[in-house]
């Protein structure tokens, strides 16, 4: 794996301007958290790592060709089970039995089969990144994760997910300087 070196990206949406000159290398198997405020752009620049938008100006290398992504919405098949939906991603090869451990494991244990349309919220963000974590990837990227879980929940969860991705190239996003520490991360301000 290669670090990601984005190089001089210029970013404008009509008169405002997102970046301008921006640089930053993301370290290859290590966690890096993009912190700010709203509206500073951070994802705008997941957004242009994952080549849904361009840049005006600027390059990216080494962005790898398997992403998995939590995004700020859920982004599930309602009517799908739990199961169904962390497995609709998972990398070749997983058995069932995994994929129902992961669900255990990040607190879901007994709601597998139920289908997400009558799962809680913040079970709905459980099935989310379970789906991220066991999908084939290079580089995750987590665009705040975490919200809509209790404080009880969310340690939990952090604790499975920053043992799932140690080794792994990760971009994470929050306004919580807490989660970031917990995942002993890089920390970037824009």
């Given at each position: 794996m290669k670090d990601i070196i984005?190089?001089?990206?210029?970013?404008?949406?009509?008169e405002k301007t997102v970046f301008k000159n921006f640089n930053l290398i993301i370290p290859a198997d290590a966690i890096t958290c993009i912190m700010g405020p709203s509206g500073s752009g951070k994802?705008?620049?997941?957004n242009i790592?994952?080549?849904?938008?361009?840049?005006?100006?600027?390059?990216?290398?080494?962005?790898?060709?398997?992403?998995?992504?939590v995004f700020q919405e859920d982004r599930l098949f309602e009517n799908y089970s739990a199961l169904s939906n962390a497995s609709v991603a998972a990398r070749d090869g997983i058995k069932k039995?995994?994929?129902?451990?992961?669900l255990s494991d990040?607190?879901?244990k007994g709601n597998e089969k139920k289908a997400v349309k009558e799962l809680s919220g913040g079970m709905k963000r459980r099935v989310a990144i379970a789906r991220a974590i066991l999908s084939d990837y290079d580089l995750l990227?987590?665009?705040?994760?975490?919200?809509?879980?209790?404080?009880?929940?969310?340690?939990?969860?952090?604790k499975y997910v920053e043992?799932?991705?140690r080794g792994?190239?990760?971009?994470?996003?929050?306004?919580?300087?807490?989660?970031?520490?917990?995942?002993?991360a890089k920390i970037v301000q824009l």
């Open positions: 984005i190089k001089n990206i210029s970013k404008n949406f009509g994802t705008t620049l997941i790592i994952m080549g849904f938008i361009q840049p005006d100006e600027g390059s990216i290398e080494g962005i790898p060709d398997k992403i998995s992504a039995e995994d994929v129902i451990k992961c990040i607190g879901l990227i987590l665009d705040e994760p975490f919200g809509g879980l209790d404080e009880e929940t969310k340690l939990s969860v952090i043992k799932s991705i792994k190239t990760t971009i994470f996003i929050t306004h919580n300087k807490t989660e970031a520490e917990l995942f002993n």
